[in-house]
């Protein structure tokens, strides 16, 4: 073995028995009836940026041995034929750099023969019976290319836990790279069951890395196909794409697969030498109904996307961190769209996002125009440096700005805000120059609100929506602090708990911008504020220190306890100090009839 690797030996045979052809040999023609092979054990081992104990000259320096080859056929010995190869209880060992623990492949049986190989394995991670361990199982009938380099297996019947392969494979050894080419086909892959099979990586309860190998110097193409892929609730159907080699450079081109009901086209490559690794990938999605993809989103919506995305080249590791590739990600191009299949009504959703990487350290930026619910919107929403997604996505850090018309909204939350919208907490800004607009989104009727700005801490458990920590000014009305609950149910529920310093009532009359009285015979409280009363339930809590009534008379120390249920109003008590003195009552109001 080498002489830096931690095994003495690189190979070690317990048994090894050749039986050759004597009558062949008497003729000249050097043939091996059998070669009959127990336990015999492979010792690889990598070492950081530098080839692993497995790499030979030839795999090195292709170009100066390319040569050599040719002079070999040209006036070398006649090769040797070897009619049967049989290997039990075997076992090759893959030892990453620094760590102890190695990965194994169990070789119970392997058998070559003239035209057929034969093949039971199972992957798992350190030696022993312990854990888990990956079956797989290969039989095709092979030809191999000891004369002329040509190795080739047909009829592949091969299966990979659950998933069954086809196809064929050949490699060329007599040029420089070998060059690979073929076909494989799978009518179902499970990716969940896949990985669930896969034996847990060794060290995987310390920090998780990821293990890109230095690829090999080989040359060629392999299409692949897969009628239908499976990813927890996520099916692929019809996948179709060709994996291209180079030296050190793997390629997935002309990826293409339909899924929810759209088609996807993709290319993705990953070069990895011994001293860097880099990668890239161009997607491009139609029609895809994100409904069918169990988001929650109604049906009737499809999402087109275009993304360029790459990784700048990172220094060759054993192991590289998921911190160190976010820190080298490269968004060169991230669009997508959200519109309805067809011809869009007055209150239908149609989005165009945009995702950049900023700033430095470098952020995601991600801007939203279009519509909303029939509704204007103009938002951009900024996270943290990209390493933070692994502390968690729930709690990955947000900051928003969102417009629509004359409202605009600040906001602090977390990235679960918008993976689970049923559910979430933040902060948040409103500012508007009237309430119309808070009203299209609200879907309450609100008085005139006049201009305004608040601030609060917001959060939502499915129907039920909170305000709390409430600061700010509506109009003329100053000093608001409080909080404020919202149930979203069929009678919607407010209550309401303030104080302010000064209210200015005449800016809730409509003559300050709610809607007319209407003008008929019969009379009539549909444009004033009692109207307003008819739509929720709730109560409310205000304390004021002035209260000017729209005559300009002021009240000083304003107390109101108010209940509102269905339609009926009860003050205990309304309490206020007036000219010197003070008053306080209590009031019911019916507003569930026209008029009240």
């Not at 070690?12 to 008497?26: A, N, R």
């Not at 159907?237 to 080699?245: C, D, G, I, K, V």
């Not at 880099?278 to 997607?283: D, G, L, R």
């Amino acid at each position: 073995n080498a002489d830096w690797a931690k095994s003495d030996e690189m190979l070690t045979v317990d048994s090894l028995e050749v039986t050759p052809s004597l009558i062949s040999l008497i003729r000249g023609d050097p043939v091996i009836d059998d070669i009959d092979v127990e336990s015999p054990t492979l010792h690889l081992e990598g070492r950081e940026q530098q080839p692993g104990n497995w790499m030979l000259p030839a795999m090195t320096s292709p170009a100066q041995n390319n040569a050599a080859a040719g002079e070999k056929r040209e006036g070398g010995a006649p090769p040797v034929t070897v009619r049967q190869i049989s290997v039990s209880d075997g076992e090759i060992q893959y030892l990453a750099p620094n760590t102890d623990i190695p990965w194994v492949l169990s070789l119970p049986s392997l058998e070559v023969s003239d035209d057929r190989i034969d093949l039971e394995a199972q992957v798992a991670a350190g030696t022993g019976d312990t854990g888990k361990a990956l079956p797989v199982e290969l039989s095709a009938r092979y030809q191999p290319g000891f004369s002329d380099g040509q190795w080739k297996l047909n009829d592949i019947q091969a299966r990979v836990n659950e998933t069954h392969i086809s196809g064929q494979l050949s490699l060329d050894t007599g040029v420089a790279p070998p060059a690979l080419s073929g076909t494989l086909d799978s009518p179902s892959v499970n990716v969940s069951r896949l990985l669930t099979a896969i034996p847990k990586t060794p060290g995987a309860d310390e920090e998780p890395g990821i293990a890109i190998p230095v690829l090999p110097a080989l040359d060629g193409r392999v299409k692949l196909t897969v009628e239908q892929l499976t990813w927890d609730l996520v099916t692929l159907s019809n996948l179709t794409t060709e994996l291209r080699l180079a030296e050190h450079k793997v390629t997935l081109a002309d990826l293409s697969f339909g899924v929810a009901g759209g088609q996807v086209e993709a290319t993705a490559s990953l070069t990895s030498n011994p001293d860097v690794m880099t990668a890239e990938a161009q997607i491009k999605a139609q029609a895809i109904d994100l409904h069918d993809l169990g988001m929650g989103q109604s049906d009737g919506h499809i999402l087109g996307a275009e993304l360029d995305l790459g990784v700048d080249p990172v220094s060759q590791s054993a192991t590289l961190l998921p911190r160190q590739l976010l820190d080298h990600l490269v968004i060169r191009q991230a669009t997508a769209s959200y519109q309805p299949k067809q011809a869009a009504s007055a209150a239908t959703t149609d989005l165009n996002f945009s995702l950049q990487r900023a700033g430095e350290p470098p952020t995601p930026a991600l801007s939203v125009s279009g519509q909303f619910q029939g509704k204007p919107l103009n938002m951009t929403i900024e996270g943290a440096p990209f390493p933070r997604l692994l502390d968690g996505l729930e709690t990955y850090p947000l900051q928003a700005q969102a417009q629509s018309g004359e409202l605009t909204a600040w906001a602090d939350s977390q990235l679960g805000a918008i993976l689970s919208p049923a559910t979430f907490a933040g902060k948040l800004v409103l500012k508007g120059s009237d309430g119309q607009d808070l009203e299209r989104w609200v879907g309450t009727a609100l008085p005139p609100l006049g201009e305004y700005r608040m601030s609060g801490h917001v959060s939502r458990d499915n129907q039920n929506w909170s305000a709390t920590s409430l600061a700010g000014n509506i109009g003329t009305t100053t000093g608001v602090t409080g909080e404020v609950h919202f149930a979203n149910t069929d009678q919607p529920r407010v209550n309401v708990d303030l104080s302010a310093e000064r209210i200015e009532l005449a800016q809730f009359t409509p003559e300050n911008g709610g809607s007319s009285p209407t003008s008929d015979d019969k009379p009539s409280d549909d444009g004033s504020p009692l109207s307003t009363l008819r739509a929720f339930d709730g109560q409310l809590a205000l304390q004021a220190e002035t209260v000017v009534t729209p005559g300009g008379l002021e009240l000083a120390d304003l107390e109101v306890d108010a209940s509102l249920q269905s339609g009926n109003l009860t003050i205990t008590p309304l309490a206020f100090n007036i000219g010197g003195g003070s008053f306080s009552s209590t009031l019911r109001l019916n507003v569930a009839d026209r008029p009240a």
